[in-house]
């Protein structure tokens, strides 16, 4: 069974040519993210000194692919807007979940993609023994003051590799955490994550070629 799931993660992750990001991206099917989750956030759980602790729930897992890459994100259990959490007032801010990508995805900062170097990576192994390497994100919420709350996307380095404003959501999403792409140009547009239906934040995103 293991074997089975572990076939359709690779899938669902596949390395390979990716096309220009404004093709139309689908969602993941529940059952299909939840088991995809599964595995990756078992692996996550080996990371050492992560800069905020995850407890997810894996069974809101939501994703989105393009052909045979996919980006999935999986919220902290729990998350409720009314439960006071005093480390959302320090950093490194309060958990919001994992949010993981294949290679035929990457982050992009001051107009580059992220380096090698600052990502922080998981590795699956599938059924025919092949390991097979996942970026790894920590996404995190911190309140800097009564009007300006940020989102934090953790890689490898202490300091969050994107620090974004939170604004409230035109359209609820009905999910825990929610995933778009926006403001496509390219193989580039703006991946915009959603909080509890309510609020939202984006920052870059590139289609790139697997290496």
Do not use: H
């Not at 992220?114 to 994100?137: M, S, W």
């Not at 009564?146 to 590799?161: F, H, I, S, T």
């Amino acid at each position: 069974m293991r074997g089975k799931i572990a076939s359709m993660l690779v899938s669902f992750l596949a390395l390979g040519a990716v096309p220009a990001l404004a093709e139309q991206l689908k969602e993941f099917e529940p059952q299909r993210a939840q088991r995809a989750a599964e595995i990756l956030v078992s692996a996550a759980g080996k990371i050492e000194g992560p800069q905020v602790k995850i407890a997810a729930d894996v069974s809101k897992a939501v994703g989105l692919r393009l052909r045979d890459d996919g980006i999935l994100a999986v919220p902290q259990k729990g998350l409720d807007e009314e439960k006071e959490d005093a480390a959302v007032n320090t950093d490194p801010g309060a958990a919001l979940g994992y949010l993981f990508m294949s290679p035929g995805f990457s982050l992009v900062v001051q107009d580059r993609c992220v380096e090698a170097q600052k990502l922080r990576n998981v590795a699956i192994t599938d059924n025919q023994g092949t390991e097979r390497t996942i970026a790894c994100f920590l996404l995190a919420v911190r309140q800097v003051d009564d009007e300006n709350w940020r989102l934090y996307v953790y890689g490898a380095d202490k300091k969050p590799l994107v620090d974004v404003a939170f604004a409230e959501a035109t359209v609820e999403r009905p999910a825990p955490v929610a995933l778009d792409i926006e403001s496509v140009s390219g193989i580039r547009g703006t991946l915009v994550v959603t909080v509890l239906g309510k609020y939202r934040a984006g920052f870059p995103l590139e289609a790139t070629v697997a290496r």
